[in-house]
Nanobody, 119 residues
Framework: QVQLVESGGGLVQAGGSLRLSCAAS????????MGWYRQAPGKQRELVASITRAGGTTNFADSVKGRFTISRDNARNMVYLQMNSLKPEDTAVYYCAARPRGSLAYDYWGQGTQVTVSS
């Protein structure tokens, strides 16, 4: 079991940047992958970015490629999402998620943090 707590959301103008942080309650070294999802009003939750245990592989949704980066600090049990060149369509609640080893799904979720991008 691992608890995840996101922070860093807020209101930003289009073109601006935000850095989201996800703090895990225990070591994430054994966590297979960490991801950031988002859900906008009236839309399905989508995977924005993911990173493998050692950080060697990252994946991004096409809509954020070149603008967002994901990183993890296993020593600090932290995962980050750096969001640059933000657009109004990035407005959503962003969730941190963890996929344990042996699982095909993200089994652990944070409570979410709101990101609002004004035009």
């Amino acid at each position: 079991q691992v608890q995840l707590v996101e922070s860093g959301g807020g209101l930003v103008q289009a073109g601006g940047s935000l850095r989201l942080s996800c703090a895990a309650s225990r070591s994430i070294f054994s966590i297979s992958a960490m991801g950031w999802y988002r859900q906008a009003p009236g839309k399905q939750r989508e995977l924005v970015a993911s990173i493998t245990r050692a950080g060697g592989t990252t994946n991004f949704a096409d809509s954020v490629k070149g603008r967002f980066t994901i990183s993890r600090d296993n020593a600090r049990n932290m995962v980050y999402l750096q969001m640059n060149s933000l657009k109004p369509e990035d407005t959503a609640v962003y969730y941190c998620a963890a996929r344990p080893r042996g699982s095909l799904a993200y089994d652990y979720w944070g409570q979410g943090t709101q990101v609002t991008v004004s035009s």
